[in-house]
């Protein structure tokens, strides 16, 4: 976060900054190493593709044109845990209230394999009761571009990953 961000507005501009009324959540949450419930939103495979291609094009410049359409592909979907985990630094930039989970991407069965975007899980008191508005998952979605559902809490005791 740089200095302007935290210092207070100046007089001239005061009206024209919208603050979030809530402090910043700067440290990660502590997780237990068990979970069984997670709220969530699912990743489907058209918005991860997507974040896979930025993901690719950020850390690999150049690289696509290099491979063929069906290599490129592949290589999207060996890389698909690193893309939900580019997902979330992106995400926690754009909003930093979110609570900061280091497990943010889970891989369950549903019944067949899908990714999880995950706000909260029952993992530690603390990741299970952080603080989180609708308006922030609201927003949070628009900006993954995930399909039109709400957040819910899964079942992810038999999950992947």
């Given at each position: ?113 899908t990714w999880l975007y995950v706000f ?42």
């Amino acid at each position: 976060m740089s200095a302007s961000s935290t210092s207070p507005p100046s007089a001239a501009n005061s009206s024209t900054i919208a603050r979030d009324p809530r402090p910043p959540l700067l440290g990660w949450i502590p997780q237990g190493r068990t979970v069984s419930r997670a709220l969530a939103v699912k990743v489907d495979d058209e918005c991860l593709y997507r974040w896979g291609e930025r993901y690719y094009d950020e850390f690999f410049p150049g690289d696509r044109e290099k491979s063929s359409p069906e290599e490129f592909r592949q290589d999207l979907q060996d890389n698909e845990l690193f893309t939900m985990q580019y997902m979330a630094a992106k995400l926690y930039c754009e909003f930093p209230n979110l609570p900061r989970l280091d497990r943010t991407a889970m891989l369950i069965m549903c019944p067949k394999s899908t990714w999880l975007y995950v706000f909260k899980d029952n993992s530690s008191r603390e990741a299970c009761h952080a603080p989180l508005s609708q308006e922030d998952v609201t927003a949070a979605k628009a900006f993954l571009g995930v399909k039109e559902q709400g957040a819910k809490w899964y079942n992810v005791t038999r999950r992947i990953y």
